[in-house]
């Protein structure tokens, strides 16, 4: 299981790429795209968030989740209990 990471960034660092402190919800958890859609519905629930940042292994920051698109994939014919964030089409990035 991943655990949510709230790493420290500085505003003013520039890294050349998007990170969790340049999203606009920074304050949002952050979730890692390995982890999977259940597991991330219960992130979300225990966190009373609507939606999640959602990062690469690197910490790159590749987009945000929303409990509907969750609900959606689980709620599909292909879903099981182990597919991961990545393996969503819908949620790519």
């Known amino acids: 299981m ?12 520039d890294s050349g790429h998007r990170t969790p402190g340049d999203a606009p919800e920074a304050a949002v958890p952050q979730i890692c ?10 992130v ?4 009373r968030e609507g939606h999640l940042l959602v990062c690469d292994q690197s910490g ?4 945000r989740v929303t409990q509907a698109q969750l609900v959606a994939v689980r709620a599909g014919d292909a879903y099981t209990d182990r597919l ?3 393996d969503v089409p819908a949620l790519a990035r």
Not at 5 to 11: E, G
Not at 60 to 63: A, E, P, R, S
Request: hydrophobic share 45%; glycine share 4%.
């Open 60 to 63: 790159v920051y590749t987009g």
């Open 33 to 42: 795209d390995d982890m999977t859609v259940e597991v991330a519905l219960s």
């Open 44 to 47: 979300m629930a225990s966190a």
């Open 2 to 13: 991943t655990l949510i990471q709230m790493p420290f960034r500085p505003r003013n660092a």
């Open 84 to 86: 991961r964030l990545r």
